[in-house]
């Protein structure tokens, strides 16, 4: 029995749909170019994209440089794909995530390719802190001094005005013109991507979704306003004690050196600082922490039962094993500063210290590591933080909670021969807000005349002079003397902070976004409750709480 015509076409015509269907649609002569664009397509080309992202995450954490951050390489490994991606009608797809895939990706478009200028550019400014141009005050001929390790250290422990004085006016003098150039480069970079519709700042705020973002940081600095010269005449009364009034004017502004100074000394417990109340002294963490017999991996089990409390993922012995390392005695810098890779397999070193600072720290660390093990479930373009700083908002609210005297006394059982009544509690609260009150202005002058940079709103030869009248306006300091002309007095923080692993903009958001995530976290669990003495939010701790792990 023969079969029907008919019949033959109808199956070859179902083979070659078949066919069609099983690759996808896709161009033998472009591999990345399908013959028609709709959604089965675009899922396609995102499996192939998908199959890349995560090689070269694995490619980076093995053979990266960590000149440039994993996003920017990821960034850079997906640009073959953006072409193809363009052709799709993509802002019509029916699948939202699909559609969000889309989104997220593209932006990676709008970027000019990686070249050598912008690597070098960018090791300039990331590194510059630790870079040796300045000459010893007692030894004039020796010019091998860096900011961070031996400047720094100067700025926090000496009581030297004069040489306190000469290390921040000499580290700005003599700071190498390539550094100068990096900036001028980077702010190029920017403007060149610009539009007359599209400002320059709304590349630097495109993953928040915001273009205006500067006006929202801005308002929340101004809420903060009244507080803050309330810290401020407390700081400039102390130091006036210390220095006399020749050096600090009981009104008026803060010499910037002192003021730096301050800041570096938050966490010391020698300081300049004088808590409110004397004769309540708070304990030295340290001998308590030192009396527990801690050990530098128990902040790391410490944390990690934090979360396990909270119903987070168990991050079992095995996994720490492979994934957690200890940093040699040495790295990290002064502040002895974890690393975590989380792009491919996930992997933290952790200091090889133990201090209280550090204790709330890891706490941070591991949070940054749950949130990497949830994100990397989802595929490219799903799998990134909801916007820079989320993550890390996360951890402030969590170190919130574990710095509590409740945390510490009931959870960890130290501070046990501490009763902490109003008068300690609010000296407690004061080295809090001490340190984040000084770090948030700092940050935001630095995002505001960066943005302010960028788009063109000041020109190269009054960057100098707008930056003094923003610390002026926001951090109430002056500059203890007049540097050479053409300088730029900015600290190297302004220079890392535009460089994309330490931008200032995710200090800002997840120090704003992780109190609010804490407060919320207090008011639903009933831990905080307005107008209520005995549930106030300064002493709020979720641990063991499921529904606030829920909610975290």
Not at 3 to 9: A, F, L, N
Not at 108 to 126: C, D, H, Q
Not at 364 to 378: C, H, L, R, S
Not at 423 to 433: D, G, T
């Amino acid at each position: 029995m023969s079969i029907p015509k008919r019949c033959w076409q109808f199956a070859i015509l179902l083979l070659a749909a078949c066919i069609s269907r099983a690759d996808a649609q896709y161009n033998h002569s472009n591999p990345h170019e399908p013959e028609f664009f709709n959604e089965e397509a675009a899922q396609f080309l995102l499996t192939q994209m998908n199959d890349v992202y995560w090689a070269s995450a694995t490619a980076y954490r093995q053979f990266a440089d960590d000149t440039l951050s994993p996003e920017i390489l990821m960034r850079e490994k997906l640009r073959p794909f953006y072409g193809t991606m363009q052709k799709f009608d993509w802002q019509n797809f029916v699948d939202p995530l699909l559609k969000r895939q889309f989104e997220v990706i593209l932006r990676g478009a709008k970027y000019p390719p990686i070249n050598y200028k912008f690597k070098r550019a960018t090791s300039t400014l990331k590194n510059m802190s630790r870079k040796k141009w300045v000459c010893n005050m007692k030894e004039p001929s020796k010019c091998n001094m860096a900011f961070v390790h031996q400047i720094k250290t100067i700025f926090t422990n000496s009581d030297d005005l004069d040489e306190i004085k000469y290390y921040w006016k000499e580290w700005r003098n003599k700071m190498p013109a390539e550094v100068k150039e990096a900036l001028h480069y980077y702010i190029a970079y920017y403007r060149n991507m610009s539009t007359p519709d599209v400002k320059p700042s709304a590349f630097w705020y495109d993953q928040y979704e915001d273009p205006h973002l500067i006006y929202e940081l801005e308002s929340l600095m101004d809420s903060l306003r009244p507080f803050y010269r309330e810290i401020h005449a407390h700081l400039r009364n102390v130091l006036r004690h210390k220095y006399g009034d020749d050096v600090i004017p009981p009104t008026g502004l803060i010499p910037h050196h002192l003021m730096e100074q301050v800041t570096y000394q938050a966490w010391k417990k020698e300081t300049v600082l004088q808590n409110p109340f004397v004769q309540r002294k708070l304990p030295n963490m340290q001998t308590e922490l030192d009396d527990a017999g801690l050990k530098p991996f128990d902040l790391v089990n410490i944390s990690v039962q934090f979360f396990g409390s909270l119903g987070f993922r168990n991050l079992t012995d095995e996994f720490m094993n492979e994934h957690f390392i200890e940093m040699d005695a040495g790295t990290g810098g002064p502040d002895c500063k974890s690393r975590i890779f989380d792009f491919g397999e996930i992997e933290l070193h952790f200091c090889p210290k133990v201090y209280y600072k550090k204790l709330l720290q890891t706490h941070g660390d591991i949070a940054a590591v749950q949130y990497a093990i949830e994100k990397n479930n989802f595929r490219v373009g799903l799998n990134q933080e909801a916007c820079p700083g989320f993550g890390a908002a996360m951890g402030e609210a969590v170190i919130l909670s574990v710095s509590t005297p409740k945390h510490l006394q009931q959870r960890l059982g130290i501070l046990k021969n501490y009763d902490y009544d109003d008068l300690l509690n609010l000296n407690r609260l004061y080295r809090l807000a001490t340190h984040t009150m000084l770090t948030l202005p700092t940050y935001f002058v630095h995002e505001k005349l960066w943005v302010d940079m960028i788009d063109g709103r000041v020109q190269p030869e009054h960057y100098n002079c707008h930056y003094w009248n923003l610390m002026q306006k926001y951090m109430g300091v002056e500059p203890p003397l007049q540097t050479d002309a053409g300088v730029y007095d900015m600290p190297y923080k302004f220079y890392e902070g535009i460089v994309d692993q330490f931008r200032s903009t995710k200090k800002l958001f997840d120090e704003f976004l992780g109190y609010q995530i804490y407060r919320a976290i207090c008011l639903n669990i009933g831990e905080f409750e307005r107008r209520n003495a005995y549930k106030p939010l300064d002493n709020c701790d979720f641990h063991g709480d499921k529904h606030a792990g829920k909610l975290l």
